[in-house]
């Protein structure tokens, strides 16, 4: 079965960090771009950071410097370290697949991040 999993959201102070684990499991993560994105409650989901296959990186410019995404394949997980958090980053984080071959896509269900000032 195929799924992703998302974890480690959860209430911080300002200034505070998180990291957010996705664990996937049914697929070869090697083969997989991986991504997180956030999504406010009636707005569209919006891209945090994306690393290829490879291990290239990108990021929004509102999350650039604070936040650090990583891949372990061995360990089929993907994490977003998070760092000096804002209250304007309170939102649901989802992670994200995307297969370098086919472009098949597959999301987490999301976690949780809230932060308070």
């Known amino acids: 079965q195929v799924q992703l999993v998302e974890s480690g959201g959860g209430l911080v102070q300002a200034g505070g960090s998180l990291t957010l684990s996705c664990a996937t499991s049914?697929?070869?993560?090697?083969?997989?771009?991986m991504g997180w994105y956030r999504q406010v409650p009636g707005k569209q989901r919006e891209l945090v950071a994306t690393?290829?296959?490879?291990?290239?990186?990108n990021y929004s410019d509102s999350v650039k410097g604070r936040f650090t995404i990583s891949r372990d394949n061995a360990k089929n997980t993907v994490y977003l370290q998070m760092n000096s958090l804002k209250p304007e980053d309170t939102v649901n984080y989802y992670c994200?697949?995307?297969?370098?071959?086919?472009?098949?896509?597959?999301w987490g269900q999301g976690t949780q991040v809230t932060v308070s000032s």
């Open positions: 049914g697929i070869y993560l090697n083969f997989y771009h």
């Open positions: 994200r697949a995307e297969g370098r071959a086919l472009g098949r896509i597959i």
């Open positions: 690393i290829t296959d490879g291990g290239s990186t």
